[in-house]
């Protein structure tokens, strides 16, 4: 009889409560503002998603596999900084910039990984370290000064289709990717099962050392996709991305990616960063000053991770119930 009556898959589930929750905040800050439900409010909101979303993505798997990398924002800036030092400094043509800005996030994601993987260290202590190098370097390749580079990279953010433009589409097309990749893939599945038990992988046959190197080189070569975007609305900025890691790892616990590891979904991390940007620009709107807007966001991140932690009992009961 209960085999006759499949649940709701969990996912489902997951995807309906965050798609909720972001239009109950949609819902709030429409009735106590005058101008949020506006072309403007969106455009904005739009405007602040990419960069976010595509760090996020890879936060998101490092995360699955029980890592951690704290230098996202850092090596943004590091990216953006050679792209503009190229471009401003040396007249580099665009396409070999780029190459090169996407270069830097590979190498510093692939950097963190090696290390990860051959002392088999902590990703939380590597990554802080290769955060305050990626940020020195920075600071050290644009002489602590602002290069204006946005004029050459005006067709990443000017080109739109059907009114969205080319980095929110971007960053859309690489969630459902890596979201494919994750639930549809062989790779996917292995690194489910690393980080849900890293010795069990390993003796099944999964090439551990492997996948943990793969994620953190994905993970630096988005950080890479992101400083494009970063750069071309923010320009070369030393201090771009400071702070941004925090962002990141907030939006993807809110999207409910456990931080144990093993479990996660990038449409869901794709609704946290939604959510973390609709509530920024919505208590923005209503007056909030930035310390009462640090203090909402801190709380609604503390609720995700208890109602996660809730959620994950429920689950295990209804399984050893159902056994």
């Not at 900084?81 to 401003?88: E, H, I, P, Q, S």
């Not at 996948?211 to 994905?218: C, K, M, P, Q, T």
Request: hydrophobic share 55%.
């Amino acid at each position: 009889m209960n085999n006759s009556h499949r649940r709701i898959p969990a996912w489902l589930t997951d995807y309906l409560g965050m798609a909720g929750a972001l239009g109950l905040l949609l819902l709030i800050f429409g009735l106590s503002t005058e101008n949020f439900f506006s072309a403007a409010t969106f455009g904005t909101i739009a405007n602040q998603i990419p960069d976010t979303t595509i760090m996020a993505v890879g936060m998101t798997w490092v995360l699955i596999i029980a890592g951690i990398d704290l230098s996202v924002g850092s090596v943004m800036a590091l990216s953006g900084a050679v792209l503009g030092v190229a471009l401003a400094r040396f007249g580099i043509p665009l396409p070999v910039a780029v190459v090169a800005c996407l270069l830097v996030g590979l190498l510093c994601g692939l950097a963190s990984g090696l290390i990860v993987v051959a002392w088999s260290l902590p990703s939380f202590i590597v990554t802080l370290g290769m955060m305050e190098i990626a940020r020195g370097a920075t600071y050290l390749v644009t002489q602590s000064r602002t290069l204006y580079v946005s004029d050459r990279l005006e067709m990443i953010t000017d080109t739109t289709l059907l009114g969205l433009s080319a980095p929110f589409l971007l960053a859309v097309l690489i969630v459902l990717v890596a979201q494919f990749v994750l639930s549809m893939t062989v790779f996917g599945r292995h690194m489910v099962a690393v980080g849900t038990n890293e010795t069990a992988a390993r003796l099944s046959g999964i090439a551990v050392r492997r996948v943990r190197l793969a994620v953190f080189a994905v993970s630096g070569l988005l950080c890479g996709v992101a400083a494009l975007i970063n750069t071309a609305r923010y320009q070369a900025n030393p201090n771009n991305g400071i702070g941004m890691e925090l962002q990141v790892i907030a939006a993807v616990v809110i999207g409910g990616t456990s931080l144990m590891g093993g479990r996660g979904s990038v449409v869901s991390t794709f609704f946290g960063v939604l959510i973390i940007k609709v509530l920024g620009t919505g208590l923005a709107q209503t007056g909030a000053q930035e310390p009462t807007k640090r203090l909402v966001t801190g709380c609604v991140i503390i609720a995700a991770v208890v109602l996660d932690y809730y959620r994950r009992r429920l689950r295990k009961t209804g399984t050893e119930a159902a056994q």
